[in-house]
C-alpha cells in the first residue's frame, strides 16, 4: 500500500503537476495584478476559442477515429458561423 503511494507521487505527471502550481505561486505572489478578475476573464476568454477546436480533436484521436487537422475544422466552423449568421 505505502509503496503504491510512493509509486504514484513520484511519477512524471506528479513532478509536472507540482511544477505548474509552483510556478502559479511563485506570478501570483510577485506579478501585481496575476490574479484578479480582469485578467482571469481575458485568460479564459483568449482559451476558450482554442479549446472549442482542440476539445472535440482529442476525443477523436483518442477514440483513434479520423484525424482531421485545426485549419480545416477552423475554416469549417468559419462558414458554418457565417451561413448561420
Known sequence: MISNLVRRFTS?????????LA??????TSVPNFASGFNLSQAAAGISEKALLVLPMALL???REIDLSIASMLALSSVVLGVLI
Do not use: M, Q, R, S
Open 12 to 20: 512524471w505527471e506528479t513532478f509536472l503537476a507540482l511544477v505548474t
Open 23 to 28: 510556478a502559479l505561486a511563485i506570478a501570483v
Open 61 to 63: 484521436i483518442i477514440a
